[in-house]
């Protein structure tokens, strides 16, 4: 009988950083931050799925060449488990639209080190890391691994 393989979905996020150190957080509905993201699309680059996310969420448009991987983070609170890729694209100034008209998610930009409080634990943990250089975590119920 062949071995069982893991699956994982794979969401992308974008840590959109501007000249001033500042990085663009969304507010969602129920009030906790999030970095502008989207799952992966069957068949899609991560980079080209990025760019879409940048564009679908924020407005703004770049090339799929512009993100660089800055994180990637194993979030195995359930059964499937979810891989985050994390991609940096860092600009002079960003003015991402206000609201997201589907979500009703507003964009505001935070200093790296005043970032709010109510932030998911697993996005937390991947801005946590990124300053680093860690290029790899892991969050859920068994305790947390960590390589550079």
């Given at each position: 009988?062949?071995?069982?393989?893991?699956?994982?979905?794979?969401?992308?996020?974008?840590?959109?950083?501007?000249?001033?150190?500042?990085?663009?957080?969304?507010?969602?509905?129920?009030g906790r931050y999030q970095l502008p993201g989207r799952p992966l699309a069957?068949?899609?680059?991560?980079?080209?799925?990025?760019?879409?996310?940048?564009?679908?969420?924020?407005?703004?448009?770049?090339?799929?060449?512009?993100?660089?991987?800055?994180?990637?983070?194993?979030?195995?609170?359930?059964?499937?488990?979810?891989?985050?890729?994390?991609?940096?694209?860092?600009?002079?100034?960003?003015?991402?639209?206000?609201?997201?008209?589907?979500?009703?998610?507003?964009?505001?930009?935070?200093?790296?080190?005043?970032?709010?409080?109510?932030?998911?634990?697993?996005?937390?943990?991947?801005?946590?890391?990124?300053?680093?250089?860690r290029l790899y975590s892991e969050h859920g119920r068994e305790p947390i691994?960590?390589?550079?």
């Amino acid at each position: 009988m062949p071995e069982q393989r893991h699956t994982s979905d794979v969401d992308l996020y974008l840590l959109l950083c501007d000249a001033r150190g500042q990085i663009v957080l969304g507010q969602q509905a129920d009030g906790r931050y999030q970095l502008p993201g989207r799952p992966l699309a069957p068949g899609e680059a991560a980079t080209r799925g990025a760019v879409r996310a940048l564009a679908g969420q924020t407005g703004n448009h770049a090339d799929p060449k512009e993100p660089r991987l800055v994180h990637a983070l194993h979030h195995h609170d359930n059964s499937q488990g979810r891989l985050a890729l994390v991609f940096e694209i860092t600009r002079h100034h960003w003015e991402p639209a206000q609201p997201h008209p589907d979500t009703g998610t507003s964009w505001e930009h935070f200093s790296d080190s005043k970032l709010p409080g109510n932030i998911a634990l697993f996005m937390k943990a991947a801005l946590k890391h990124t300053p680093q250089g860690r290029l790899y975590s892991e969050h859920g119920r068994e305790p947390i691994a960590e390589t550079q």
